[in-house]
């Protein structure tokens, strides 16, 4: 084969795998869950397998806990903070006052749910902060922290954007965060999400349709 010719042909395989393999990208790119996308009505589902999994943290009484140990049950997920002014206090009272309402007319279902908040500020969310914070919501509420690895593992495998930023009004920093409420089945695979917008009665409502006998 002439020299031009193999160069041709080595140019048009290049040129050729570089167009499957963006087309390849793009095609993964179109496959990740949107859940940043508002869904009407505060519930949306998305591809189940790609959003939870394992996580290994401290709860509020300083014991180590991981995703295993909620099999069996549903898990009702929040990331957040403590020191978040609004929207994680919000989020939080709306997820568990679902549960509240759950647990008057369902008790045996509501006991099936475990309300769960993962500090995404591991820095300031010491297990003493979180054992003072959590009992302003409910009493079953678990409240996880870690080591920064623990955390970042645990959002990342739900997909939980967070950032530090500093605010030059604030004497201190305040934490960017995605603030979706996930409910997870008994085997620990999402089921919904709800986003910040979602009433205790959209959540209510879901957990009864998607959880309920
Ligand atoms: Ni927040």
Known sequence: ??????ARAVLLF???LTILLAGVAAWLWTQQPAPNVASM?????TSR???GGPFELIDQAGRARSEADFRGRYMLVYFGHSFCPDVCPTSLTVMTRALQALNDTEP??????VPIF???DPERDTVEALAAYAPHFHERLVALTGTAAQVGAAAKAYRVYYAKVEDDYASDYLVDHSGFI?????EGRYVTHFTHDATSDTILRAVLRRAGA
């Open 49 to 51: 397998a790609l959003v």
């Open 108 to 113: 045996g279902l509501a006991a099936k749910i």
């Open 182 to 186: 996930y409910l997870m089945d008994p």
């Open 118 to 120: 993962i500090t995404v």
């Open 14 to 16: 290049v040129g050729g």
């Open 41 to 45: 009505g505060g519930t949306a589902s």
């Open 1 to 6: 084969m002439p020299q031009s010719i193999l």
